[in-house]
């Protein structure tokens, strides 16, 4: 076995499973307390590409098209959350699912009206351009700084919704909406701060996307199915199951791209098991969403006190 080739996979799936992450939290907190399903949540990952592309064009500093980028995707988040999804939470969830569809087209034609059709690189400053050698091993820096990032956050976040009085809120929010807003909580601004909070997730997971990928056009409408299926595996409402639910399904979609085929090649001919293996791993990951809709419809890893 190639061991260098296995723990670059396994960096690889690590950082995929912590951009999901990022992009799944604000997602599943969304859902999880405001009860209110947003499709174009994978619109803001785009939106935070596209800003913070923007600012690292005029200003050249990687650091503050992060930081501007955020304050922006922020805001953006408040707006929509103020204008329009607050208008909806009293309505059924197929509205929901109508209007924010429809955001995402808005989304998308201001994008193209804005930067136009063609993606926008976003250039890394040579500091985070370099590889960083571990043994045998060359990793390149930019991978390290995304998987130190989406632990980091990752951290930050856990201290904010576990250890702090507003985390408490959003769990009781979650956990019994009617009884926090009857406490005297101003649950308008703790909805918006979390709708914007988790806009800002996942324009983040965005940003440190888009120097690999570029930033493009729609972006974010494939990749939000991907965070849908982790808020359903983690549990909705859970920033835990969020968190392990990313990394198990970036470390299944990442190893079973590199290695099904292997597999298969133990029970198969050769060119059955190459035309076999990707549709298998392109599928595993749904696969697995379903068995745990079928054995533990709550998720593997729910917030207390939910029980199905």
């Given amino acids: 076995m190639d061991w260098n080739l296995l723990i670059t996979q396994l960096m690889n799936g690590l950082q995929l499973g912590l951009l999901l992450f990022l992009l799944a939290s604000g997602l599943t907190l969304i859902f999880g307390i405001m009860d209110f399903i947003n499709l174009s949540h994978g619109s803001f990952y785009m939106i935070g590409a596209y800003f913070c592309g923007t600012i690292v064009t005029l200003t050249g500093s990687f650091i503050t098209g992060i930081v501007v980028g955020l304050v922006g995707v922020f805001a ?39 930067w136009g059709p063609s993606g926008m690189a976003i250039p890394l400053p040579d500091v985070l351009n370099g590889q960083v050698g571990l043994g045998s091993l060359e990793l390149p820096t930019y991978r390290l700084v995304i998987i130190f990032a989406g632990l980091l956050v990752a951290a930050i976040l856990y201290v904010l919704v576990a250890k702090t009085r507003l985390g408490m809120l959003i769990r009781a929010g979650a956990s019994n909406r009617v009884m926090v ?8 601004r703790l909805f918006l701060f979390v709708f914007a909070l988790g806009a800002a997730m996942a324009g983040l997971a965005g940003m440190l996307l888009a120097p690999i990928t570029e930033a493009s056009l729609g972006m974010g409408n494939d990749i939000i199915i991907i965070a849908l299926v982790v808020v359903i595996v983690g549990g ?10 990313a990394l198990i399904i970036g470390m299944i979609d990442t190893m079973s791209r590199s290695y099904l085929d292997q597999l298969l090649l133990l029970v198969m001919p050769g060119n059955y098991a ?15 969403m379903a068995a745990v809709l079928a054995f533990r419809p709550q998720g593997l890893f729910p917030p207390a006190g939910v029980k199905i």
């Fill in 76 to 114: 953006v988040g408040a707006l929509v959350e103020r204008f329009i999804a607050r208008n909806l939470y009293v309505r059924d969830h197929l509205d929901h699912v109508l209007v924010t569809f429809g955001l995402i087209l808005i989304f998308d034609t201001l994008v193209h009206l804005l």
């Fill in 181 to 188: 807003e009857a406490l005297g909580v101003n649950i308008d």
């Fill in 236 to 245: 909705i409402g859970s920033i835990k199951g969020a968190f392990y639910a």
């Fill in 274 to 288: 190459e035309t076999a293996a990707p549709a298998l791993s392109a599928m595993l990951v749904y696969i697995l």
